[in-house]
């Protein structure tokens, strides 16, 4: 399938220099601080315990913790998420805002300055590698994935969180989804669920899996006040809202995730 970008006809010179202009000295704190209502924090924190858990899972099945690379780390608050099943932490991040420069806690934590297209990770050092929110801001997304491939260890997974380009409401209200991805500059591509299973497939990955969520939206202010009700009572309405969605409208959350395994390693 080939890559559609944000801008229509745009050469990968281009999308780097656009990724250079955006990403380089990408800071989304006011944003978070000043629009970002309490609704979409949840729903974020929400997003947060589910990556976690996905890392138990992973750290059970190989019976310890976890190498992880977290791809686009901003102030790498995730490590904090999923600490308790991690043997190591790395987060990746190219923003200079983000990350003035290199980070090290010891083997255990490190923070590095670097693209998802040229991890700065030894081949065979990781686990896990996550890219939440990350590969629709990145400038070569099949680069990103073989990259993920080359620092796995074989069995290791990729996971990916993303916004989702078919969601309902987009397709409920094209022209204002429209005018919101026009103004979305920082997004270099805009994926759905079957592209992103594509460009895993053709990075090598097997055991491809896809799941819906985010299907719950409603206008800011409404969200505004639904934010101001107990964090049980969202998380509630979330995941109620997820499992109608998923079985009524399947493939058209708000957001999905996606995950592949690097094919374990053939016995001699």
Known sequence: MRLKSAGAGMQAKDRYQEWERTQSHWNDDLFLAETANAFMKRRWRRLNRRVAAFCGLEARRL????DLVDVGCAHADFEAW?????ASYTGVEPSSALLPKDRSEGAAFRLLRGKAEKLPCRPQSADLILLKEVLDHCYDPGAVLKEASRVLRPGGAVLLTLTNDRAWYKRLLPDKAARIKAGQDDHLFFFHPDWVKDLLRQAG??????EDSHYLRLPYRVESVLGALPEAWT???LAGSDAVGSLSLPGLGGSFWSWGRKAAAKRP
């Open 63 to 66: 019976a310890r913790g976890l």
């Open 82 to 86: 999923a600490r308790p099943a991690l």
């Open 205 to 210: 990955f097997t055991d491809l899996d896809t």
């Open 235 to 237: 998380d509630a309405v």
